[in-house]
């Protein structure tokens, strides 16, 4: 069995059409379909019905076809591995984010760990509440997060991006024409929120916000995520209290309107285990602090 014959299977099973899969491949059609009987042949089963008209799986085609990405992905790690050792650190390091506030800091990361360190993959876990992602650093399940952190957590932490509080509005509401609104304008609305007791610091900040201008926020509604959060608002539910990267999810009939300065500041850090010397995640601060610095007043 050679890779390649996995790497034409896996191309067939996608298409389901040897012409496209071939053109997907480079190469001609005849080739690819001796390629498949040969697989066939070594498997001593059939991966596929043919007909003049379709291509479908079979039974074992389908079961194949999972395993046969395995193998084509753990050989790209491994051709890659290979190849950019000399360059550098290699292995992979788990990075978890928080909100649409991850959403302006994650490409950058990203890019920038991409560029300059080819042996080192960032693997994603999220979106999640930045108390999830903190507390998953904590224990070890993550390496690495973005998130905003009240308290030190047992965590390292480094500023990375000040994400100031706008009130989202529907555009039908009085205040959708305003240049900026007070948080105590806000004492009669009735708001949608993140939900309580799931770690999420844009709520905390947001209810302690309106508890110092002298009200608390009549809760009517909870969403699970910012998109959720903002469909509530554009369908007139609720006024919502979100961070200014919130501004990147485009949603007809939402408005985000400026609060009156000074605004709330929601505090977005990157966040490691302060007691892990794991030299793949020192190289990614590296990276990090070059591509992310600190913000200044």
């Not at 390629?35 to 389908?62: H, K, N, P």
């Not at 994400?163 to 009085?174: E, G, K, N, S």
């Amino acid at each position: 069995m050679e890779l390649r014959h996995l790497a034409g299977f896996v191309a067939v099973a996608e298409e389901l059409h040897f012409g496209r899969a071939a053109a997907r491949l480079h190469m001609s059609q005849s080739p690819l379909s001796q390629q498949i009987r040969l697989l066939e042949r070594d498997l001593g089963v059939d991966l596929f019905e043919r007909s003049t008209r379709s291509v479908r799986l079979t039974a074992a085609g389908r079961a194949f076809l999972e395993p046969a990405r395995d193998v084509l992905a753990s050989a790209s790690v491994a051709r890659r591995a290979a190849r950019t050792s000399g360059h550098g650190e290699v292995g992979q390091v788990s990075l978890g984010f928080a909100g649409v506030s991850s959403a302006v800091t994650l490409p950058v990361l990203t890019r920038a760990v991409a560029g300059r360190l080819p042996g080192i993959e960032l693997a994603l876990h999220g979106p999640q509440y930045s108390g999830e992602t903190v507390g998953r650093i904590a224990d070890g399940s993550l390496d690495l997060g973005f998130a905003s952190v009240s308290g030190s957590r047992g965590v390292a932490t480094r500023l990375v991006r000040r994400d100031p509080l706008m009130v989202a509005v529907a555009d039908v509401h009085p205040f959708a024409e305003r240049p900026s609104v007070a948080l105590a304008d806000l004492t009669d609305e009735r708001f949608v929120a993140f939900p309580s007791g799931r770690g999420s610091e844009v709520r905390e900040l947001a209810m302690r916000s309106c508890l110092e201008a002298g009200f608390s926020p009549g809760v009517v509604q909870e969403a699970p995520d910012s998109l959720s959060l903002l469909a509530m608002v554009g369908a007139g539910v609720g006024v919502a209290l979100v961070v200014e990267a919130a501004r990147t999810i485009r949603l007809d009939h939402v408005v985000f309107v400026p609060l009156e300065e000074p605004a709330p500041v929601l505090q977005v850090c990157l966040v490691w285990r302060h007691n892990d010397d794991s030299a793949i995640l020192r190289a990614v601060l590296d990276v990090a602090e070059q591509a992310l610095p600190t913000p200044t007043d």
